[in-house]
Antibody
Framework: EAHLVESGGGLMHPGGSLRLSCVVS????????MAWVRQAPGKGLECVSV???????SYTDSVKGRFSISRDTSRNTVYLQMDSLRVDDTGVYYC??????????????WGQGTLVNVS | SYVLNQPPSVSVAPGKTATITCGGN??????VHWYQQKPGQAPVLVIF???DRPSGIPERFSGSNSGNTATLTISRVEAGDEADFYC??????????FGPGTKVTVL
């Protein structure tokens, strides 16, 4: 059974920066697709960024050029560096694993989330 | 970009069947996944690849996908099923796409 634990959220002013961390146990991040999914207050889910097994990355359009996903395989941890924060970046950020290493695969493991409040 | 549509809410009496739809252009050609999210909790995968259930998910949860509509069906609904449900696909033009969510209320 895998466990994902996010941290690093908090209150930031617009234009600020935050780095979120996701410590993973029970599965190696180096061979998995790992994602950050956010949820604005009272709203639905949005996939923000993915890091692939080969180290490639992708981002939803609204965060391109501002967010950067990375991983440390020695710490089995995934990061999300968030720069030039905007009010509409506010929400709970979940770390999740995309099963099976394929784009059409489901998000099968989720962390408990960390709250980012840009105000 | 690819858009998914879901009804905002569905109400169902205990013991009855809840049907939640997820509409999208030719969604039948894609793999659809469904997530249940209870208040203050992370989403939980309940159906994957249209109609597979992860271990621990009751057989009361089932799915189908054809044409322009995917469906999540919850049979013999219980009070504990009350939650928000999201469908999700991957589309080359729309990245990883989630539907807007359906709130299921057990009467």
């Amino acid at each position: 059974e895998a466990h994902l634990v996010e941290s690093g959220g908090g209150l930031m002013h617009p234009g600020g920066s935050l780095r979120l961390s996701c410590v993973v146990s029970g599965l190696p991040v180096r061979i998995n697709y790992m994602a950050w999914v956010r949820q604005a207050p009272g709203k639905g889910l949005e996939c923000v960024s993915v890091i692939y097994a080969d180290g490639g990355t992708s981002y939803t359009d609204s965060v391109k050029g501002r967010f950067s996903i990375s991983r440390d395989t020695s710490r089995n941890t995934v990061y999300l560096q968030m720069d030039s924060l905007r009010v509409d970046d506010t929400g709970v950020y979940y770390c999740a694993r995309i099963a099976g290493g394929g784009n059409s695969s489901p998000f099968d493991y989720w962390g408990q989330g960390t709250l980012v409040n840009v105000s | 970009s690819y858009v998914l549509n879901q009804p905002p809410s569905v109400s169902v009496a205990p013991g009855k069947t809840a049907t939640i739809t997820c509409g999208g252009n030719n969604i039948g050609s894609k793999s659809v996944h469904w997530y249940q999210q209870k208040p203050g909790q992370a989403p939980v995968l309940v159906i994957f690849y249209d109609n597979d259930r992860p271990s621990g998910i009751p057989e009361r949860f089932s799915g189908s996908n054809s044409g322009n509509t995917a469906t999540l069906t919850i049979s013999r609904v219980e009070a504990g099923d009350e939650a928000d449900f999201y469908c999700q696909v991957w589309d080359t033009s729309g990245y990883y796409v989630f539907g807007p969510g359906t709130k299921v209320t057990v009467l």
